[in-house]
């Protein structure tokens, strides 16, 4: 069955940068649109970064353009967050989502999965 599962995080300093990973398995990669979530202490779970199938497109928060970059890795089914310039802000558990594209989807598998998360602390 379809799984992801996130490493990387840690503690950094303000200014820093932090590498997030994400592994997929259990389905096609390709088939999946792959997304970075985060959640601090207190607030929702909100959107970091998105990217589709294809690896064509990409999105991102408002806060984090211009210093986040998530990309993908076909060879190793993984998913990457490149973080820079990281702020205290930025402290919270990233969560890796793995979402089916509809033509894809089968009833053996969920639509959606989401790993168990990672936490990054961003502190002087």
């Known amino acids: 069955q379809v799984q992801v599962a996130e490493f990387g995080g840690g503690l950094v300093q303000p200014g820093g940068s932090l590498t997030l990973s994400c592994a997929h398995s259990?389905?096609?990669?390709?088939?999946?649109?792959m997304s970075w979530y985060r959640q601090a202490p207190g607030k929702e779970r909100e959107l970091v970064a998105r990217?589709?199938?294809?690896?064509?497109?990409?999105n991102y928060a408002d806060s984090v353009k211009g210093r986040f970059t998530i990309s993908r890795d076909f060879a190793r089914n993984t998913v990457h967050l490149q973080m820079n310039s990281l702020k205290p802000e930025d402290t919270a558990v990233y969560y890796c989502?793995?979402?089916?594209?509809?033509?894809?989807?089968?009833?053996?598998?969920?639509?959606?999965?989401w790993g168990r998360g990672t936490l990054v602390t961003v502190v002087s």
């Open positions: 989502n793995a979402k089916v594209v509809p033509i894809f989807a089968r009833p053996d598998n969920p639509d959606e999965v």
């Open positions: 990217i589709s199938s294809n690896g064509g497109s990409t």
């Open positions: 259990g389905d096609t990669f390709s088939n999946y649109a």
